[in-house]
């Protein structure tokens, strides 16, 4: 077999597995539906999820029919990253669709809110005042579904590729247990469990179904889409902030140590690095902005302490929740949430930013550094850090790429950034916002509105997709595209002499 006809056998694979994502986005198309027991009278805009979902089965079965392998196929994480692309980007502009005629939104804007929804950002043009349940629903459908991840609800649910490749496309590298699928179905039960003490618990403390439903959801997979304007500050009540902080920290966990927790391996939980972390800068952060800003701004204590630990918290775990609006706010907090929303949550979570665990991992380089140059030149320096049950030591490999991971993200939000000021953002709200969006956060200052300039939902749509899907995968998957591509051109050239 040659070149050519390899890579053909692979693109079928690819095509075949695509077109699984495709029938699992257009099932999910169909949950809003669910709304029609409690409110009939929304039936008339039925059609805008079951045409979109529709054409997203037909493609999806045509793909399967007309490529699927004869066996489970064995996929590289360059060929998963393909794969995870081209059905993040399908099921993107599909769930954009109903939004357009539901919601009374451009392309722009749809796309917008669609990109938002399954990245678990929580940004939105939408105005919730004036929309129907089938819509508030689907946000937070997206918003669930996108935390755990299309892979990881394919390869639980439908048939799917053997290996790892295909899960660490979409950012799973932990496995729970050695064997692929076995993990994935962990990840989905602990996720269920997530969901059903969700919504039970805010069920206990006073909320509908509906809004209970609809804000477990976006609190489990840190995306912080409300049915609300004003987000859980509607409630303005210390229990619901309570069982959402819960909730925002368990979305925060990696799901190796949720599922730890869950074997009580306290002790293996604890020498986390990334807990470690969490545990310090949480009460820090929340000191920090309590002293700086919200005593001032809330007069009453209790109020200012509130304030200061949720906000914190829905930064930090990139849920994108609020209680209060930052207009009023100084620029110490509002550099508080700025450098919490950058560092993000646990890596093989539902949060993104740029992951405690590679600032854990850079805060030890930089303390062995100090170290080494204290110590005769001879000595040897190791670095230990807990993954899971099991102490590794770095390497100089896995240093340089978080290094390199570091800079690729820093050098994309300064870009984003500077766009957002071009578009005619003051220097302050562009840096929140870009921090927000790039690490998928969800919290604002004003500048996501439905009459923001089109260049700056632009911006922000490709910072949600790139901060979600990670840098790295989108490179290597880009180059591995523009590469095959070259290779076939090259033999379609040649056969033609």
Known sequence: MNR??????????????????FLLVAGL???????????????????CFIVPAVVMAGAGWILWRMFRPRGAAVLSAAEGGVIVLMS????????????IPAASLNLTQAVFEAVSGWTTTGLSVVDVTQVSHMVLLWRSMMQLAGG???????????????????????????????????????????????????????????????????????????GGFSSYPDSVGHWDRPLVEGVLIGLMILGNLNFLTAYLLLRGRLRSVVRNGEIRLMALLIPVSA???????????????????????????SALTTTGFQTVTYGSWNGPGVWVLIVLMLIGGGVCSTAGGIKQYRVHLLFRVMLGELRRLLLPRSAVVSEPLWQGEYKVFLQ?????????????YLSTYAVGSLLLMMTGSALEPALFEFASALGTVGLSVGVTARGAHPVALWTMSTGMFLGRLEFVVILVTLIKLGRDFQQAVRFTSRNRV
């Open 4 to 21: 050519i006809e390899f890579l053909a056998s692979r693109y079928r694979a690819i095509l075949a597995y695509t077109g699984l994502m």
């Open 29 to 47: 198309m169909l949950t809003p539906l669910l709304v029609l027991v409690a409110w009939p009278d929304e039936a008339v805009q039925a059609a």
């Open 88 to 99: 993040w980007s399908g099921a993107i502009f599909a769930s954009a669709m109903p939004f």
């Open 148 to 222: 755990a991840g299309l892979v990881v609800i394919m390869l639980a649910a439908l048939a799917g590729p053997i290996g790892p490749g295909l899960s660490i496309a979409e950012g799973r590298t932990d496995q729970l247990v050695p064997q692929v699928r076995r993990s994935v179905r962990l990840v989905v039960l602990i996720y269920g469990i997530y969901m059903v003490l969700g919504v039970g618990g805010l069920r206990l403390v006073g909320l509908t179904w509906f809004d209970a439903v609809n804000h477990a959801f976006p609190a489990i997979s840190t």
């Open 287 to 313: 000191v920090v902005a309590y002293l700086a800003t919200c005593r001032a701004l809330y007069p009453a204590p209790w109020k200012a302490v509130r304030v200061a630990v949720f906000e914190t918290i």
């Open 396 to 408: 100089d490999a896995q240093i340089r790429q978080v290094v390199a991971f570091v800079c690729l």
